[in-house]
């Protein structure tokens, strides 16, 4: 079993403090924690920060570590059952993957993984973590290596892909390519 904490500091460290880049599609964004997605999932009683009663760029520059940290819990680990897989490696990356490029992308490329770590597997990279996919999981776990470097390699294709369709995105390539080795 995987555990929260351990993947939710790393989290942490790659995603630092308040930024509010124009470039970044998520506007405003706090632990990694964006305005946009605050305003997508109208969770006022975490989301409102500063108790005003509504979910805005205020929100999102007074968010601590704890708020953050309470959205991922509820928002991407508990809902996609992260605790599950049972190598906390693999966990941290998948974890990683969901929260900077949302959970479905991430999911893709996961399944796009065990495709190639296993070869064998023809897992239709949809992006939901259905039963065939938890066991294609189970079976690439036992080469976790293999797996993360497939995991990293989807993950940086992603990224210049983004750059390839936009070049706005270019400025943040170095950081992603940083975080698909990670």
Known sequence: MASFDEA?????VIEGGFVDNPNDPGGATNHGIS???LQTIKDYELGDIDNDGDIDYFDV????????KALYKKYWWDKYKYEDIPDQ???????DM?????ARQAHRLLQRA??????QIALVDDGFLGPMTSKGLQVALQQPLALLVGLRAHQAGFYRFLVA???KYEEF???WLNRAVS
Do not use: H, P, Y
């Not at 939710?8 to 942490?12: A, C, G, P, T």
């Open 8 to 12: 939710v500091k790393n989290i942490l």
């Open 35 to 37: 305005l946009r997605f």
């Open 61 to 68: 520059a007074e968010m601590k570590i704890v708020e953050a």
């Open 89 to 95: 490696a693999v966990a941290n990356k998948i974890f």
């Open 98 to 102: 969901s929260v900077n490029m949302g």
């Open 114 to 119: 065990i495709n190639s770590t296993l070869g």
């Open 165 to 167: 369709q936009d070049s």
């Open 173 to 175: 390539l170095k950081g």
